[in-house]
C-alpha cells in the first residue's frame, strides 16, 4: 500500500514576522510542489529519503534523537505508528520543486504533504487536522512558527491568517519572485526580531498595530474589488473592461502597500544590502515589492505588468534566480493506492 500527498510552496503577500506576534497576515499558495509518498516496509526502521539525504533509524528512535531538518517526518512517523502497534517499517520518499531555505515554506510544504501522506496509510484526516499535525511537526525544529505556512499550504488559494479565510479568488495577481541564492535561516531572524522587540517595546508595538492596518485596507481593497454579482449577466464587454480596470487599479494599490510594507521589515532589521538591491533594481518595472518570509536573504516578491516581465532578469544581473508564479487553488492532495 502506497500514500502519496502533495501540497504547494507559500508567498507571505503581508505580514512575516509580526504575525509571530499576533498581528494579521495574507499569504499565498504558489504553483511549486512538494510531493511526499509513503509506504510500509518489513525492515523494522523509519526511512525518509529526500534531496537533503537518507536517514534510517530504527522504530523505537524518538525524533529529538534525530538532529536534521529531518526530524519533523520522525515525528510524524512515531506519532502515527505509535497507535498502530502492528506495523514493522516505513518508508517516505521526497521530492520536490520548492527552493529550500529561501522563504518560500520548504519546510512546512513537507510537513503538511508528509502528515496527510502518513496519515493516508492508516485514517485519513481532515484539513484542519492536518493544519494541526503539521504544525506539532514543524514546531520540531522551529518551536516559534506563527502556523500560517502550513495553514497556507494545507488550504491553497490566498488566505487570511489566522481567521482563515479565503479573498480576491476572482483575480490572479501578475507576481514575481526573485531570489537572492542567499539561504537563511528563519529561527535566527526571528530572534532578531524578539531582540528588537525587547529594546523597544513600544516602536515594535506601533509597528503591529501599521502593519494590521495596512493589512485590513488590502482585505478591504481586495474584497471591494471583487467582480460584483450581477454583472455576468448584463454588457459582457462592459464587465471586460470594468474587470481591466479594476484589476489596475487593485495592483497598483497592493504594489504601493507592498512597498509600504518592506519599509516596515526594513525598520525591524530583516532586509540586507543584496535584498535592497534587487527591490530598487526593479522599481522602474515594478508597481510595488517586498521580502518575503524571513528575509536576511531568500527571496523577494514583486508585481510586475506582464509586457514588463522579460526586463527583469537582465535587471536583476547576474546571479540571481527569477519565476513569475501562479496561486495554486488545491492545498494539499492525497491519495492511497492499495
Ligand atoms: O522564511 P519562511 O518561509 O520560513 O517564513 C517565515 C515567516 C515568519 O513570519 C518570519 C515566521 C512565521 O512562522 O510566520
Request: glycine content about 8%; overall charge negative; aromatic content about 6%.
Amino acid at each position: 500500500m502506497k500514500s502519496v500527498a502533495s501540497a504547494p510552496a507559500k508567498i507571505i503577500l503581508f505580514g512575516e514576522h509580526f504575525v509571530v506576534h499576533g498581528t494579521k497576515a495574507i499569504l499565498a499558495a504558489i504553483d511549486k510542489r512538494v510531493t511526499v509518498t509513503s509506504s510500509f516496509t518489513e525492515n523494522k526502521t523509519i526511512k525518509i529519503n529526500s534531496q537533503l539525504g537518507t536517514l534510517e533509524v530504527p522504530m523505537s528512535s524518538s525524533h529529538e534523537e534525530v538532529k536534521s531538518e529531518l526530524r519533523p517526518f520522525v515525528y510524524l512517523a512515531n506519532k502515527m505508528i505509535n497507535s498502530h502497534q502492528d506495523v514493522n517499517g516505513l518508508e517516505i520518499t521526497v521530492n520536490s520543486d520548492i527552493p529550500i531555505g529561501v522563504g518560500l515554506g520548504s519546510s512546512s510544504a513537507c510537513c503538511v504533504a508528509a502528515t496527510a501522506s502518513i496519515s493516508g496509510l492508516f485514517n485519513e484526516l481532515s484539513r484542519k487536522e492536518i493544519i494541526n499535525l503539521s504544525i506539532e511537526a514543524e514546531k520540531t525544529i522551529f518551536p516559534d512558527t506563527s502556523g500560517a505556512d502550513c495553514t497556507v499550504c494545507t488550504y491553497g488559494g490566498k488566505i487570511v491568517y489566522p481567521s482563515i479565510e479565503k479573498i480576491g479568488n476572482t483575480f490572479d495577481l501578475n507576481l514575481l519572485i526573485a531570489n537572492s541564492m542567499i539561504p537563511h535561516s528563519t529561527k535566527s531572524s526571528v530572534e532578531k526580531v524578539n531582540k528588537f522587540k525587547e529594546n523597544d517595546e513600544e516602536r515594535f508595538s506601533q509597528l503591529c498595530e501599521l502593519e494590521n492596518g495596512l493589512i485590513d485596507e488590502v482585505i478591504y481593497a481586495i474584497k471591494a474589488n471583487d467582480v460584483p454579482t450581477g454583472f455576468e449577466n448584463t454588457d459582457r464587454s462592459l464587465h471586460n473592461r470594468l474587470q481591466e480596470e479594476e484589476k489596475d487599479g487593485r495592483e497598483h494599490f497592493l504594489g504601493k502597500k507592498m512597498s509600504e510594507n518592506q519599509k516596515y521589515l526594513e525598520e525591524i532589521q530583516v532586509s540586507n544590502d543584496t535584498l535592497r538591491d534587487m527591490i530598487s533594481s526593479l522599481s522602474e518595472i515594478s508597481l510595488g515589492s517586498k521580502i518575503t518570509g524571513a528575509g536576511d536573504g531568500g527571496c523577494i516578491i514583486a508585481l510586475i505588468k506582464d509586457e514588463n516581465m522579460d526586463k527583469v532578469p537582465e535587471l536583476l544581473g547576474k546571479g540571481k534566480e527569477c519565476f513569475s508564479v501562479k496561486i495554486d487553488t488545491k492545498g494539499v492532495v492525497w491519495e492511497t493506492e492499495k
